[in-house]
């Protein structure tokens, strides 16, 4: 049997993201922290280019495999199968890689997976892939929405969402920039930052790397621009109660000024929401396990409220390449929560609505949906406070779009409860 040594750190830390996304269903970002921990920090990036992209990529892949190696990806070992598209992401995406590195390292992959008898088929699949795969996947057409959802590998229901509210040339420049690496962005909490301060978000860096130090003395707080924009819309001040009914991770409750409550219905992420808070020093946030759905009586009254709606997240593709392949609407339980939370603040105030999503069905329907019932008005002030990000017909929301803002896709709304 070939030694480890054969196969370089980061391609094996890549190959065991890959086997526990599509064998175990295990989270992308999980599954390489605990396989890239004992990496140096090239290793680690690279581990991370490789994972992430096979795994976003993969429908493109698995048509050039099947189209060149004449074999369902179906009907293989799943060890070959994790092999092969290894192989493919790098001879038909990355350049600089060397055609006999992404050949021979993969083929040793499936070597040091037990699967002797299937080393000479994916040595030639590989060779086939080597030669082909590149110009097999830019000759893709992309002419209409199941084309481009092959091409630039998404399931059809999102090409033919964002085909039909975006447009074709939006939806491809939307596609290919959640294919790409996303920027780096982090809130300054105290303290100072390298890196290069946006000049409409206070607080906000973009910069080359997080600083892991910093964070864990509080310092910084890893946090996309898109999401910094959630916590400025909110526009909470000394003085008044925030209801923050899906609060977790804690990146936009700490943002918030005044008493603020912090809601989370699962355990182990009101955990972390609790962590959060001590880290970051956000005395005025108090953490409330509970379902948004069904508050303590006493959670009542308040001035204003965030419902950062859980959704199908199809503005955050590029840092989370797994979800496009497990990705789901939830228009029903947004509506719930949204409806809640209204329920809580008192006639005058506001409800901040915002989802990571690029998709009507959950953003614009949903906050339609309780002005209908006269439950709430959509406040147009938030879109005149945020010019540069008003949604492009519906200028009283905001909405961020990774192709245009280089950020993550955010919807935000602002409702004034009856």
């Not at 379902?291 to 955050?316: E, I, K, M, Y």
Request: net charge negative.
């Amino acid at each position: 049997m070939a030694s480890r040594s054969a196969v370089s750190p980061a391609r094996r830390a890549a190959f065991a993201v890959l086997r526990r996304v599509f064998e175990d269903g295990a989270y992308a970002d999980r599954a390489l922290r605990a396989e890239s921990q004992s990496l140096d920090e090239r290793d680690r990036a690279l581990a991370r280019r490789l994972a992430y992209g096979s795994v976003q990529r993969m429908r493109t892949l698995d048509h050039a495999i099947e189209t060149l190696g004449r074999r369902p990806v179906a009907k293989l070992d799943p060890p070959v199968r994790a092999a092969l598209r290894l192989g493919c992401y790098q001879l038909a995406f990355l350049d600089g890689v060397p055609r006999y590195a992404a050949v021979n390292e993969s083929v040793e992959l499936v070597r040091a997976a037990r699967l002797e008898r299937a080393v000479s088929f994916a040595n030639a699949v590989l060779r086939r892939l080597a030669d082909g795969a590149r110009a097999l996947c830019e000759a893709l057409p992309d002419d209409t929405a199941v084309e481009a959802a092959l091409r630039h590998s998404y399931p059809d229901w999102v090409a033919e969402t964002w085909w039909r509210e975006l447009g074709a040339d939006e939806t491809r420049a939307l596609m290919a920039a959640q294919n790409e690496e996303p920027e780096t962005a982090v809130r300054l909490v105290r303290g100072t930052v390298d890196g290069r301060e946006d000049p409409l978000l206070p607080g906000a860096w973009v910069v080359d790397r997080v600083d892991e130090e910093a964070v864990a003395e509080g310092r910084i707080w890893p946090q996309s621009r898109g999401s910094q924009l959630v916590g400025h819309a909110v526009a909470s001040r000394p003085g008044e109660r925030t209801l923050d009914l899906c609060a977790a991770p804690g990146g936009k409750a700490t943002m918030l000024a005044g008493e603020v409550v912090a809601v989370e219905v699962d355990e182990a992420r009101a955990a972390q929401l609790e962590d959060a808070v001590g880290r970051l020093g956000a005395e005025n946030v108090r953490v409330v396990h509970a379902d948004g759905r069904d508050l303590p009586l006493d959670l009542d009254g308040f001035d204003r409220a965030l419902v950062d709606a859980p959704c199908s997240g199809l503005g955050v593709l590029a840092a989370r390449p797994d979800l496009r392949w497990r990705a789901k609407p939830l228009p029903e339980l947004q509506l719930e929560l949204l409806r809640a939370a209204i329920a809580r603040v008192r006639g005058g105030g506001t409800v901040v609505y915002s989802t990571c999503t690029i998709n009507r069905e959950e953003n614009e329907d949903v906050v339609d949906a309780v002005a209908g019932e006269g439950l709430a008005a959509i406040d147009a002030s938030l879109g005149e406070a945020w010019p540069a990000f008003r949604h492009r017909t519906r200028p009283e929301l905001l909405q961020t779009l990774p192709h245009v803002d280089g950020t993550s896709g955010f919807f935000v709304a602002r409702l004034r409860v009856a």
